[in-house]
């Protein structure tokens, strides 16, 4: 698991246009999780155009939102994760659920999983059998290979399940909580249309997995942001910082910052570790 590559994650982030306080948090975030693990749906439903993306424009520095499909907004995330896990060295293993369970591209150091998972991600996605509980149940396995470690080095695996769907079913649920019980931190990242209402995925992970297990949800970085903006308007919510979330960073002030306008001196205390 030792092979982290920092410089390669600042050459890459830099390219990327990252700044270099955030580049040292997520550099920070990778040390103390050696291993990720990238479950993604990749059925009919991604083709929805209620997807969001955010597109920068070299020349200015500025942004923009396109709408898009959720499969392009999934493809986003993963060729970034990817393309970090390669230019880093930090393992990091993609799994479609459609695909059979023994099927997981890892990506390091070695090109050939980047270029393969970049050419999988072009096809568009299509119905076929969703094979979700077992390919929980298979990073499961491989965690428990890696537990006495990880505990030694008081560290956690990561599991990141890219998911546009609303309600898991009870296999899902079950694997996902032999999972919990492992030294995992679990991060529910939903590609969606955004809607308001409580699905039975959120009232199944409120009621049973963040009560059991280190776990966090979080939609596309404009819910989020719009989230974070309605109550701390003084705070930039970038893609930078939810690209950190994505990969299990604490987010312990980003929620609060979504439920509580903060004091002077909680933004000075922030500014002061960043």
Request: with cysteine; aromatic share 6%; glycine share 6%.
């Amino acid at each position: 698991m030792n092979t982290f590559d920092a410089n390669g994650a600042r050459r890459y982030l830099q390219s990327q246009g990252w700044p270099g306080a955030l580049q040292e948090m997520l550099i920070a975030r990778m040390r103390s999780t050696p291993v990720r693990f990238f479950l993604y749906h990749d059925t009919s439903s991604m083709g929805a155009s209620d997807g969001r993306r955010l597109l920068k424009d070299p020349l200015s520095a500025t942004c923009r939102e396109v709408r898009c499909s959720r499969w392009a907004e999934l493809m986003d995330m993963l060729t970034f994760h990817a393309q970090l896990s390669q230019a880093s060295g930090a393992v990091s293993a993609f799994r479609a659920t459609h695909d059979d369970v023994s099927q997981a591209l890892v990506v390091g150091r070695d090109h050939g999983p980047l270029h393969e998972l970049l050419n999988r991600l072009t096809v568009y996605p299509h119905g076929r059998t969703n094979r979700l509980a077992e390919h929980v149940a298979a990073v499961a396995a491989s965690v428990r290979l890696l537990a006495a470690q990880l505990a030694e080095a008081r560290q956690r695996a990561v599991v990141v399940l890219v998911t546009d769907v609303e309600e898991l079913t009870a296999a899902e649920q079950a694997a996902l909580l032999e999972l919990a019980k492992l030294p995992v931190k679990l991060v529910f990242r939903l590609i969606s249309g955004g809607s308001a209402a409580l699905t039975p995925l959120d009232q199944w992970l409120s009621e049973h997995v963040f009560s059991q297990m280190v776990a966090t949800k979080i939609g596309n970085v404009f819910e989020e942001a719009e989230e974070v903006h309605r109550i701390n308007p003084w705070f930039t919510y970038s893609q930078e910082v939810h690209h950190l979330r994505e990969i299990g960073a604490d987010d312990a002030d980003i929620r609060g910052l979504k439920r509580d306008a903060w004091s002077l001196d909680q933004i000075h205390a922030l500014v002061a570790t960043t």
